[in-house]
Every structure is written in C-alpha cells, then in structure tokens.
C-alpha cells in the first residue's frame, strides 16, 4: 500500500510540475512550446500515441486513467470519429493532451491531388477549431504512407512512430504490453490505437510498469521542447532522442 501511494504521489506531482506550468492559454495563444518544463528525469520520456479515435467508450476510459496517472499522451483523430465524441475531443485539449490530424476519413494521403488532400487535413483542422480553438494541430498520415506532396502540403510536423507493438492484430494485452515494454528507448514514440479496449488496458499496464522505474510520458509536442527541438513544418518525427 505504501509503494503505491508513494508512487502515486510520485506522477503527482510530476503531473503538477507538466500540467501546473501549462496554464491554460488564452484562446487562440496555444503553445505548450513556451513551456518551462522541468521534468525531473529527462532520460526516461516517451509519448504514447493513439490513432483513430475517438472512441466514445473506449476513449473515455483511456482519459480518466490516464488523468488519475497524471499522464499526457497524443491523439490522432479521424473526422468520422470525432462527429460520434466530440466532448472527448474537448476533454482532451481540457485535459492538455496534444491533438493532431489522421484525416477526415483515414485515407492514405500520397498520391492526393492538393484539393482532395486540404479537404483531407485542413477540412479535419477546421472541424476541430471550434471544439479545441486554434491551435497547431499536426499530422499522421493514415499507415504512415505519404510522399513529398504530403510534407509539402502538411503545414506542420509530421509525426510517425518508433515503437510498434500491432495492437491491431489480436487482442493479446500482454504481447502488446511486452512488445513496448522489451524495446523502450528515451526519447521514443509508441503507436497506439484507442478504438480498442485491448490497446487502451496494454496502454495502462505499460505507464503502471514504466512509471515504477522512473518514465514519465508526454506529449510529442512536449518531448520535443524537452528535448531542446523545435518541431519543423513538413518534417518527420519518428522519435526525438
Ligand atoms: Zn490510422
């Protein structure tokens, strides 16, 4: 009992020291890059991210575990998705996770003419204004398929993955929570799905067992700033070391 309060208290204030200095902005003046974070541990960071939500159950449970861990984690969300939660999409900014773009119909976006990919990105952008204000909003491209067009045309950072446990594939928690958990590196970005209860349970197991040894996770936007970099319009952003 009194490990777990300690290492409760521990995310805490850890949650403090990220979300108390990340005052909620002015509308429309949403930088977390202007952030002074002092993270105590800077060598254990990792961004959990997941795609495709959001999920009006699944999600929803994601959120309030991840508030009680004192957890930031980044969100990719598809137009579909967002018409069925769009209060999950506010509790999120609320919240202070990063929101980013997965198209609105997750379509693989190389290969687009520009009209039909603006309508793919910047029409997703624009549906998510009104629920989260303007704010930078950066782009996954769906399979993380894309061309020089896409970099091109994204208007932001392009954000890929380094650590890919499948969580698509079956449904087995603890392969998945195996997978990231064997190959964890400072500085890495982990690809998630929260449409599946599977994913979003492997999530939690891996901040419970990370947390205990020390790693903190973040946004990508976050791990960036931590990191002593800028993210760059039309760059790729695999994992942040
Ligand atoms: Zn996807």
């Not at 980013?100 to 119909?105: A, P, R, V, Y």
């Not at 590196?185 to 990370?210: F, K, M, N, T, W």
Request: proline content about 5%.
């Amino acid at each position: 009992m009194g490990r777990v309060v300690k290492r409760v208290g521990a995310c805490l204030a850890a949650a403090l020291v990220v979300a108390g200095l990340m005052a909620w902005p002015p509308e429309g003046e949403y930088s977390s890059v202007d952030l002074q974070l002092t993270v105590p541990e800077k060598e254990k960071l990792l961004a959990l991210t997941f795609d495709d939500g959001p999920h009006p159950e699944h999600t929803a449970v994601l959120l309030d575990a991840l508030a009680q861990r004192g957890v930031k984690a980044t969100f990719f969300l598809v137009g579909c998705q967002v018409e069925l939660a769009p209060e999950l999409v506010e509790r999120m900014a609320a919240e202070g996770h990063q929101i980013g773009i997965h198209t609105l119909d997750h379509v693989q976006v190389n290969g687009l003419s520009q009209r039909d990919f603006e309508r793919q990105v910047e029409g997703l952008r624009r549906v998510l204004y009104p629920l989260v204000g303007e704010r930078e909003l950066w782009l996954r491209p769906p399979y993380g398929i894309m061309d020089d067009n896409t970099l091109r045309w994204a208007d932001s950072p392009v954000v890929l993955w380094s650590v890919d446990p499948e969580d698509w594939k079956d449904t087995d928690v603890r392969r998945i929570v195996r997978h990231i958990t064997d190959r964890v590196r400072d500085g890495d970005i982990v690809l998630l799905h929260d449409i599946y209860p599977s994913s979003v349970e492997a999530a939690l197991q891996v901040v419970d067992c990370l947390q205990e040894q020390g790693w903190q996770f973040v946004t990508v936007e976050q791990l960036l700033h931590l990191k002593g970099r800028a993210g760059e319009n039309g760059r790729v952003y695999r994992a942040v070391r």
